[in-house]
């Protein structure tokens, strides 16, 4: 089955008298390239087991089962139910409405690897993925579009702008970069914003790596401030604790790199 268009997005819309929700950042995948793009680079075949988030319409879902996967489909706007189902019907898709966000994805998916290919509704981009790399180690790799500067700032490197917590919490639990851009156009309706999908394959987190998620958390919630003052609530003595990793103490939040945390972690 052929991705949906603009006009038979429009269709299945309007013959179910419903609408994109703003509130939910709905903003449906109308481009049959992309779309066959986004399964291309996830390799999903046969065999594959995917969780999708933001199920939408369907244009993608419909992509990933036709292409042989197993699909886990969540959405959250049950008002979507008969055009999901309606797309759906005859392939291999269990569809979810609830919430992804409350859901345990660790435990509701079933036994083996599983890949995340999703265009994610712009409001839980970030904490969906970084969520589930903390927590859903079923998942082994992800491909997701994300905001383009979301997206930017999962691989951002120390000492730029859009380094910050999400780019320590990816760089400590998996590797991987902006695969490809994606403009406003080829949604409806279309964003303000430009697009990008993101490739994250999990890697084996150091045993250390939630300390020192939490001391990057406690710097970058004040990353305005050196190193001794934002977490001099953490440490006994920030000072010697940051001069025994060689750690300067008047460096910023944003001139660590997800190892030096781990150092500061096993201080």
Known sequence: ??????????????????????????????????TRKIVS???????????EVGA??????????????????????GGLRPVLEEVTAGLDVELRFEDAMRADLEK?????????????????????ILDALRSAPRI???????????AQRLFASPGTANYGLPSVVAGLYARGSVAFSVPPQVFLPAPRVGSAVAVL???????????????????????????????????QDSISALAACGIDPTRRAEDLTPEDYLRLARA
């Open 140 to 150: 082994a790799t992800f491909v997701v579009m994300l905001q383009r500067e979301v």
């Open 1 to 34: 089955m052929s991705a949906q268009t603009r006009s038979e997005i429009s269709d299945l819309l309007r013959r179910h008298g419903l609408a994109p929700a703003h509130r939910l950042g709905q903003h449906f995948l109308a481009d049959a390239n992309i």
């Open 56 to 77: 939408g319409t369907g244009t993608l879902t419909v992509a990933l089962a036709s292409a042989g996967a197993h699909v886990v489909a969540y959405e959250i706007d």
């Open 41 to 51: 680079t996830a390799e999903v075949g046969p065999g594959s087991q995917v969780v």
């Open 201 to 235: 394959h999990r890697v084996d987190p150091a045993p250390d790596a939630e300390r020192a998620i939490e001391l990057a958390s406690a710097a970058f919630g004040q990353r305005r401030k050196m190193l001794r003052k934002s977490l001099d609530e953490v440490f």
């Open 108 to 128: 509701d998916l079933g036994e083996g690897d599983w890949s995340m290919v999703a265009n994610l509704p712009y409001n839980v981009g970030t904490p969906l």
